[in-house]
T-cell receptor, first 108, second 113 residues
Framework: QKEVEQNSGPLSVPEGAIASLNCTYS??????FFWYRQYSGKSPELIMS??SNGDKEDGRFTAQLNKASQYVSLLIRDSQPSDSATYLC????????WGAGTKLIIKP | EAGVVQSPRYKIIEKKQPVAFWCNPI?????LYWYRQNLGQGPELLIR????????DSQLPKDRFSAERLKGVDSTLKIQPAELGDSAVYLC???????????FGQGTRLTVV
């Protein structure tokens, strides 16, 4: 059974701090990794894709991938109240497997 | 560029009635997904198409759910008859191919009463 695990949270972070979200996966053959943001009542929205080990930065967001340890993380710098949402991790190896998401709350 | 378009946005039906959802993917996207999402959970795959072929329908409850993607473009998901437990958000997503990121439509919120 291929699995993607995330802490459900909620994760509470002060405004301006760094939010760190983690995801582990079971399928060692996974090739592509995605982070989605989902606001309440809305559809998931892609924010980051990462395909190789290391860091990938896009604005305030950094995705980190470690295939040997089978985890992928998302860092959000200078967290804003508008970042409050559920963050979904998805892992792809010929099929897209989803985590249940981590609820992030940014406190002003 | 237009995104994934789904209709209707909301649907309320009585149990045992049929219901259908429609999805038009992003132009040129070969892969189309239908997901079901319950509150507090991640998307649950119902069916995945590569062009007009259903390549993964292992999670589709085939006794009451059916789907089609004629000509490899838009797609329809049907439930007949609906049950109370089918109440959820039904999401359609598309991607250029199966190993790339997926883009979601706005979803259809189904309530079965």
């Amino acid at each position: 059974q291929k699995e993607v695990e995330q802490n459900s949270g909620p994760l509470s972070v002060p405004e301006g701090a760094i939010a760190s979200l983690n995801c582990t996966y079971s399928d060692r053959g996974s090739q592509s990794f995605f982070w989605y943001r989902q606001y309440s009542g809305k559809s998931p929205e892609l924010i980051m894709s990462i395909y190789s080990n290391g860091d990938k930065e896009d604005g305030r967001f950094t995705a980190q991938l470690n295939k040997a340890s089978q985890y992928v993380s998302l860092l959000i710098r200078d967290s804003q109240p508008s970042d409050s949402a559920t963050y979904l991790c998805a892992v792809n190896n010929y099929q897209l497997i989803w985590g249940a998401g981590t609820k992030l709350i940014i406190k002003p | 560029e237009a995104g994934v378009v789904q209709s209707p946005r909301y649907k309320i039906i009585e149990k045992k009635q049929p219901v259908a959802f429609w999805c038009n993917p992003i132009s040129g996207h070969n892969t189309l997904y239908w997901y079901r999402q319950n509150l507090g959970q991640g998307p649950e795959l119902l069916i995945r198409y590569e062009n007009e072929e259903a390549v993964d329908d292992s999670q589709l409850p085939k006794d009451r759910f059916s789907a089609e993607r004629l000509k490899g473009v838009d797609s329809t998901l049907k439930i007949q008859p609906a049950e109370l437990g089918d109440s959820a958000v039904y999401l359609c997503a598309s991607s250029p191919r199966g190993d790339t990121e997926a883009f979601f439509g706005q979803g259809t919120r189904l309530t079965v009463v």
